[in-house]
């Protein structure tokens, strides 16, 4: 299973009807995954990541209070962040990114434009997250109970202590309430 550039580099042609299908999934925002088997394609699977409710009024309002330039780092498709861009009025996009590139490409709008704020919701967005002046992580409880999972195993494979895996967990809500304290400071000019 992988994308169109991976099973090429492993020696699987896509037949035309394929690389169509293909190109016209990815014009509207969605990622195609090729399931092959050695150098026959079974199938395509189509992907996409729900847009949350309220970021095109969002994107909209950052505008109005003055945000210069909002611009997207992903690792999906060209033709994908094309299509998500375009939909929610971003000026600018980067695809097909790793890690590594987004932090390169940060550092260089940071040099561009001024000050950035990174918005990321994966671990692939860890090192941006890091490097931008600042990093909003956000998530849903997948990310919480994934968390706990990974802290109950390490308690289970007495990798972790149950007292320093509780120590971490309560440390990651406090981070969180502390982070959002600091928004206190702002007022919305009226």
Not at 85 to 102: C, H, N, V
Not at 133 to 158: C, E, H, R, S
Request: proline content about 2%.
């Amino acid at each position: 299973m992988g994308n169109n550039r991976l099973l090429k580099e492993n020696g699987v042609t896509l037949p035309e009807y394929i690389e169509s299908y293909i190109k016209a999934e990815e014009s509207y925002g969605q990622t195609a995954v090729i399931v092959s088997e050695l150098d026959r394609v079974l199938g395509v699977i189509s992907i996409a990541d729900a847009i949350r409710a309220g970021i095109d009024r969002l994107i909209i309002r950052l505008k109005e209070l003055g945000i210069r330039k909002i611009v997207m780092l992903t690792g999906d498709n060209e033709r994908a962040a094309h299509a998500i861009a375009k939909k929610l009025g971003i000026d600018s996009y980067y695809a097909e990114l790793l890690p590594e590139d987004k932090v390169s490409i940060l550092k260089r709008l940071q040099d561009e434009i001024g000050q950035t704020v990174m918005v990321g919701d994966g671990v692939n967005d860890a090192p941006a997250l890091a490097s931008a002046d600042l990093g909003i992580a956000v998530g849903g409880a997948n990310n919480d109970i994934l968390v706990v999972a990974i802290l109950l195993l390490g308690v289970l494979a007495k990798f972790v202590f149950l007292s320093s895996g509780m120590l971490i967990h309560e440390l990651r809500v406090l981070l969180v309430i502390l982070n959002a304290i600091r928004l206190l400071k702002y007022r919305e000019k009226e």
